[in-house]
């Protein structure tokens, strides 16, 4: 169903789903471009995502969440308010499952969704790697009486069609009006933001055990020259010196590498040459130091 861009609509969705369930590979695939790290883990988000569709004079404002879990620090106490500030700003929820799995953190989200008074879709996400599409009926069924869905969509998050059909039937869902963003927005996240998820993201990808679940990345200086040339230094920060150890690899060879890969990604998000120098510090409990969380965008 191609969606109507003739009438003037405009509202919040919120993706909303457990971590790893593919929410930030839906919203890339949603806006056309990269606003949201993703990483084969989960919780790698750790703030709410704003991505920007617009066709025509119809705007969809796509909330991407951390995720739905537990945890008493002041980083996960963060992650708890942008989930539900997401929730409580949005028009619409979408709940984002995976096919035929239903977990204790799938029903955990449902239930925060259920909580708002807001309509709700669910997307049962990576159905291609399903072999026998006959077995996904039941699951559907099942789905479908566990609450008052609207519609329940299959797809595949990382097909753009997908994400262009389910734009398409979200929209009649949403109240009239006037475009909140430019045409040219795909967020409202600044470019230090997105440099800083970017090396969190190689982090990520190729680090293993707890070491990225226990890093943070902080923008020192982002310029840019009167050539466009992007000017970057950040500091990763870490729990204890093992890990920076692992960080910086032998003969700063790792550390390189996590450079390299982000500042690749940046240079394809801004289209400009970008310079990116990378330091590691060590800082036990930092993700419950309230200075250090606000100096990272975690702050309340």
């Not at 239930?111 to 879709?121: C, K, M, T, V």
Request: glycine share 8%.
């Amino acid at each position: 169903m191609p969606a109507d861009d003739t009438v003037a609509r405009c509202g919040a969705v919120a993706l909303v789903g457990r971590p790893n369930v593919g929410k930030s590979t839906l919203l890339n695939h949603l806006i056309g471009q990269k606003i949201s790290i993703t990483a084969p883990r989960p919780q790698t988000t750790r703030d709410q995502i704003l991505g920007v569709w617009t066709r025509g004079q119809a705007q969809i404002l796509f909330l991407d969440t951390p995720g739905v879990h537990r945890g008493y620090r002041r980083l996960n106490r963060h992650l708890l308010r942008a989930t539900r500030a997401a929730l409580d700003g949005a028009d619409l929820g979408i709940l984002v499952v995976e096919a035929l799995l239903w977990t204790a953190a799938d029903a955990e989200a449902l239930r925060w969704l259920e909580q708002r008074s807001i309509p709700l879709l669910a997307v049962v996400n990576k159905v291609d790697r399903v072999r026998g599409k006959a077995r996904l009926l039941p699951y559907l069924a099942e789905l479908g009486r566990r609450a008052p869905f609207l519609e329940i969509l299959p797809l595949s998050a990382r097909r753009a069609q997908d994400a262009e059909r389910l734009a398409g039937r979200i929209l009649p869902h949403l109240p009239p009006g006037p475009p909140r963003f430019a045409a040219d927005t795909l967020t409202d996240r600044p470019l230090r933001f997105l440099a800083a998820e970017f090396v969190r993201e190689q982090i990520f990808r190729q680090l293993g055990a707890e070491v990225p679940y226990d890093t943070a990345v902080a923008i020192e200086r982002y310029t840019v020259t009167e050539d466009d040339r992007h000017e970057i230094e950040a500091t990763i920060y870490c729990r204890r010196p093992g890990q920076k150890a692992i960080l910086v690899g032998e003969g700063g060879q790792r550390l390189k590498q996590i450079g390299s890969r982000a500042r690749q990604a940046i240079e394809e998000l801004t289209g400009s040459r970008v310079w990116l120098g990378l330091w590691v510090k060590e800082k036990e409990d930092w993700d419950d130091d309230r200075s250090l969380l606000h100096e990272l965008g975690y702050g309340d």
